[in-house]
């Protein structure tokens, strides 16, 4: 028997695709028409597997997320834990950086992997002591930071390069090249990530202890 002459859809596979093309194309650029051509099938071959746009993108979201490590919250304090999930979490979006703005205005609906993920953390930073109703403003202040931060990943090193122009902002010129200067071999969007955990960190260590009454504990590292 021959190969068979269309595409065998599931949803991991329509799902993938869906990703390949918000890569290519970023959001104002993916349909269903796109998707489907993509796949070389017809619009209404996707139906049968999502019921429209908004669901393919939660598709989306659970691939990405899937890839955002977790572990550490069953065996690791909540600090150690939350730093490594935000440096999973900025590598996972790197990858995929036309999906930060659409993800990040969606809503979750529909995306159980992620919610699925979400619980996890939720769980473990309850357990660590945080006060429910401020767990949920952590994990977005630390997601608005690291999206941010998986968008500087993906810009050009030189973006902020003031090479012609140091006689007209010579304070700025001067600690852009003290800067390069004590960067060795990791990016600027590497040195500035790490360095803005290591403060966000800091800082919620201090507002952990200040709402739980505790005197710190085991360093977030850097």
Same mark, same amino acid.
């Not at 669901?55 to 990405?64: N, S």
């Not at 390069?180 to 990791?186: I, K, P, Q, V």
């Not at 969007?189 to 507002?207: E, H, P, V």
């Given at each position: ?7 065998? *859809? ?15 194309? !970023?959001?104002? !650029?993916?349909?269903? #028409? ?17 019921? !429209?746009?908004?669901? +393919? ?7 990405? %997320? ?21 440096? #999973? ?31 996890? +953390? ?17 994990? +977005?202040?630390?997601? %608005? ?28 010129? %001067? ?24 403060? *966000?960190?800091?800082? *919620? ?11 710190? #504990?085991? %360093?977030?590292?850097?």
């Amino acid at each position: 028997m021959g190969r068979p002459t269309t595409t065998v *859809l599931t949803r991991p596979l329509i799902a993938e695709a869906a990703l390949k093309l918000l890569d290519a194309s !970023g959001a104002e !650029g993916f349909t269903m #028409s796109r998707l489907a051509k993509a796949l070389g099938v017809r619009p209404s071959a996707l139906y049968k597997h999502f019921r !429209g746009k908004e669901e +393919v993108i939660a598709g989306v979201r659970e691939l990405v %997320s899937d890839r955002i490590d977790v572990s550490a919250f069953a065996t690791q304090p909540w600090q150690i834990a939350l730093h490594a999930w935000a440096q #999973s979490y900025r590598v996972a979006f790197a990858k995929h950086p036309p999906t930060i703005a659409l993800l990040a205005t969606m809503p979750i609906t529909g995306a159980h992997r992620t919610l699925a993920m979400y619980d996890i +953390v939720v769980a473990a930073m309850v357990r660590a002591g945080w006060p429910e109703h401020e767990v949920l403003p952590v994990i +977005v202040a630390v997601e %608005s930071f690291v999206l941010g931060s998986a968008l500087d990943a993906v810009a050009p090193p030189d973006m902020l390069d003031p090479s012609g122009t140091e006689s007209a902002v010579p304070a700025f010129a %001067s600690a852009y090249w003290a800067r390069d200067a004590t960067l060795g071999t990791a990016s600027p969007a590497d040195a500035a990530f790490a360095l803005g955990l290591r403060a *966000l960190m800091i800082g *919620l260590q201090d507002l952990f202890d200040e709402l739980t009454g505790s005197g710190g #504990s085991e %360093s977030a590292g850097s």
